[in-house]
T-cell receptor
């Protein structure tokens, strides 16, 4: 699986959009980008995933560059409850030999301030 | 749905004692995963099951660790004998067949081995 690079930490003002970057320059054509987050003292929570098209759901939007070497997770209106570690993971989709072997890196600690 | 249920929430034991962690996956989910999280190593996949059968246990640190899934609604992770370096948060996660990598995590078991 391709390696990802994320900033160690970032701050965001409550009510503003939070834009979380992720670099995955070695991504291959059949690898998806997944985002999870982990709020303190809780298990990781799935946010969104995509291949090459931009994706949006009730939690966030995912913008993947045309060359697929980087992506941005957008939390449109950050709240205090969005304070968490955000993980960007690149993963082959539904490989038969290692389903579910998501490898979590260090992630980005996002702090939303009032 | 109650989500993935883990017990106990906290466990404190002495070195050399046997520890058993329990997990109830979401009903209908075919895959079950055990992860361990420490400050030094982050989130590590220990083992995962598909339809109650262990598929990949390459992440299990050593023979002191064992995991079972006697039926679709219950799994255990056992450490015998426990050591201080096993202190960590242990997460159980599950997912349904064909739902990409959308894992649902439990709240974890905080294990402290003194």
């Amino acid at each position: 699986d391709a390696k990802t690079t994320q900033p160690t930490s970032m701050d965001c003002a409550e009510g503003r959009a939070a834009n979380l970057p992720c670099n995955h320059s070695t991504i291959s054509g059949n690898e998806y980008v997944y985002w999870y987050r982990q709020i303190h003292s809780q298990g990781p929570q799935y946010i969104i995933h995509g291949l090459k098209n931009n994706e949006t759901n009730e939690m966030a939007s995912l913008i993947i560059t045309e060359d697929r070497k980087s992506s941005t997770l957008i939390l449109p209106h950050a709240t205090l409850r969005d304070t968490a570690v955000y993980y960007c993971i690149v993963r082959l989709y539904m490989t038969t030999d290692s389903w579910g072997k998501l490898q979590f890196g260090a992630g980005t600690q996002v702090v939303v301030t009032p | 749905d109650a989500g993935v249920i883990q017990s106990p929430r906290h466990e404190v034991t002495e070195m050399g004692q046997e520890v058993t962690l329990r997990c109830k996956p979401i009903s209908g989910h075919d895959y079950l995963f055990w992860y361990r999280q420490t400050m030094m190593r982050g989130l590590e996949l220990l083992i995962y099951f598909n339809n109650n059968v262990p598929i990949d246990d390459s992440g299990m640190p050593e023979d002191r660790f064992s995991a079972k899934m006697p039926n679709a609604s219950f799994s255990t992770l056992k450490i015998q004998p426990s050591e201080p370096r096993d202190s960590a948060v242990y997460f159980c996660a599950s997912r349904a067949q064909g739902t990409n990598e959308k894992l649902f995590f439990g709240s974890g078991t905080q294990l402290s081995v003194l």
